[in-house]
């Protein structure tokens, strides 16, 4: 069964530190991964996604993920936080039926 | 603009009470869907429709109910068989048949509040 796991529930960083969210998938083929941002109150809205290919890729507001099919990972980075990153971050991957698996997500809180 | 919205942003109902949930989108896209959001839980599919006319039920439909009798409206009906409906209400889309961007766009959401 597919499934996603993100293993942080809450992570801190100090501004201008680098950062890792971490994401593991469970998925048969090839999976189609994405992950998105949500503020509080608001939609998803989509950082990034991989299909195949090169399997660093970038996204929106300086972040990148990359994509090991060896450990079924798809950690998003960013090298240097800044306070409006704060938010909470989902991975998700999806099926060739265009149904979407979504993580528990990871909030994060920037400290000045 | 293309985009999905929601409404409306704040919604109270009293128990026993059936309310909708309005989600209309002008991106042309063939799928709809509906999740829940609850703390910790990330989100959870009540629905969703991959052409008008036709719907399947996700992981938690019990309690909900939808239609599609148009490509850009897919609403969802909270009913009073839903004993915990207290939550926020997020809608997407998506393009099946594009591999390429089979991203799912969402909504601004719904936040429903039983009183």
């Known amino acids: 069964a597919q499934s996603v796991t993100q293993p942080d529930i809450h992570i801190t960083v100090s501004e201008g530190a680098s950062l890792e969210l971490r994401c593991n998938y469970s998925?048969?083929?090839?999976?189609?991964l994405f992950w998105y941002v949500q503020s509080p109150g608001q939609g998803l809205q989509l950082l990034l996604k991989?299909?195949?290919?090169?399997?660093l890729v970038q996204g929106i507001k300086g972040f990148e993920a990359e994509f090991k099919r060896s450990q079924s990972s798809f950690n998003l980075r960013k090298p240097s936080v800044h306070w409006s990153d704060a938010a909470e971050y989902f991975c998700?991957?999806?099926?060739?039926?265009?149904?979407?698996?979504f993580g528990t997500g990871t909030s994060l809180t920037v400290i000045p | 603009d293309g985009g999905i919205t929601q409404s409306p942003k704040y919604l109270f109902r009293k128990e026993g009470q059936n309310v909708t949930l309005s989600c209309e989108q002008n991106?042309?896209?063939?799928?709809m869907y509906w999740y829940r959001q609850d703390p910790g839980q990330g989100l959870r599919l009540i629905y969703y429709?991959?052409?008008?006319?036709?719907?399947q039920k996700g992981d938690i439909a019990e309690g909900y109910s939808v239609s599609r009798e148009k490509k850009e409206s897919f609403p969802l009906t909270v009913t009073s068989a839903q004993k915990n409906p207290t939550a926020f209400y997020l809608c997407?889309?998506?393009?099946?048949?594009?591999?390429?961007?089979?991203?799912?766009?969402f909504g601004p959401g719904t936040r429903l509040t039983v009183l």
């Open positions: 997407a889309s998506s393009h099946p048949g594009r591999v390429d961007s089979n991203e799912q766009f």
């Open positions: 991106l042309n896209h063939d799928a």
């Open positions: 998700a991957v999806g099926s060739t039926g265009n149904q979407f698996y």
């Open positions: 998925y048969g083929a090839t999976p189609y």
């Open positions: 429709s991959q052409i008008v006319n036709d719907f």
């Open positions: 991989y299909f195949s290919g090169d399997t």
